[in-house]
């Protein structure tokens, strides 16, 4: 059923005589606002937080006072040993579905090259894709490898079914430390633990800081840039001349997807090469993006914007430099660009 979060619940209410509301907790603005809104108006709302690795309430700081630089928060987070929550147990029996009317299905058509190509949707799809991950011992090379851009090795894909809640990244913990035992720690298999702690990083920053972290100025003293729409178009649609950044935004259209490294470089760009608006550029991956994430699309646009917690105040990159890094035979660019 699509239409005003109010409505629909308030429809399915008299549908199916209840009142009672399970829901992931979300400790972002607009997520918050809705759970608010449905209370107020006589839901109970029963919420539950699911989605990080760690628990916060085995982290030795409470989140309120949690450290602003993640080198700070990560060296607390290993004095303490702590690498993973254990997952909750899977229920023994769920009871059936009431019988709903439905006026409306919006059909999503998920069909992008890399979307239906290598991303199917469901835990089953998860759990063969982090399997062959694994068993292909794939984490070995993740430090090595997860900066390139092409292909589906070079980093985990997670993220994914991560966004959509078809793993967890607990669950994927507790899987890699059982690889380290089988095959033992390595560089590759500490980096890819490394970069679910920032996931999770980005999720209890939103306890401590909340609404500041959705201002123009986040946590800094001076706003954004302002909104160009000429510009902004020439950037999102992949126009501005420069190269690799119109191949990596031609790429997240048509795909929904973009490596982790592309999605600095382009970000960066928007933001310190055509001063664009960084909330603007946060918003277009949200829209664009199938393994959207509230917490981690906005942490890192923070971080490159120089609008979060980061000490040096911002991350531009040299696209040269970076095209000479990362593409230098132009193979990554010749792909989307003809």
Known sequence: MTGDVLHVFEKLKIQIQADLIYCEQIQAPEELEQVALLSSTGFKMNTLWQSSMLDGLDLPF??????DIFTQFRQKVEKQKLRFAFPIDA???????????????????GNTSSGSGNFRGGEQSAHVHIQQYFERRLPDAYKQTRNELIGMDYSSKFSPWLA????????????????ESCYGANDGTYWLWFELLWRDYFRFLHFKYGKKLYYSKGLSNSPGNQFDSEKFYKWSSGNTGESLIDAGMRELKKTGYLSNRMRQIVASY???????????????????????????NQGNWLYIAGKGTDPRGGRPFNVAKQTQDHDPDGIYRQMWLT
């Open 91 to 109: 229920p023994k029996s769920i009871p059936s579905l009431p019988v709903i009317e439905i006026s409306s299905i919006k059909a999503f058509d």
């Open 62 to 67: 409470p989140l309120q006072e949690m450290p």
């Open 164 to 179: 959509q809640g078809s793993c967890s990244a607990g669950s994927i913990a507790r899987q890699l430390v059982d690889y």
């Open 270 to 296: 928007w933001i310190y090469d055509m001063k664009g608006d960084w909330q603007a550029g946060c918003a277009w991956f949200e829209y664009q993006l199938i393994d959207y994430d509230v917490y981690s």
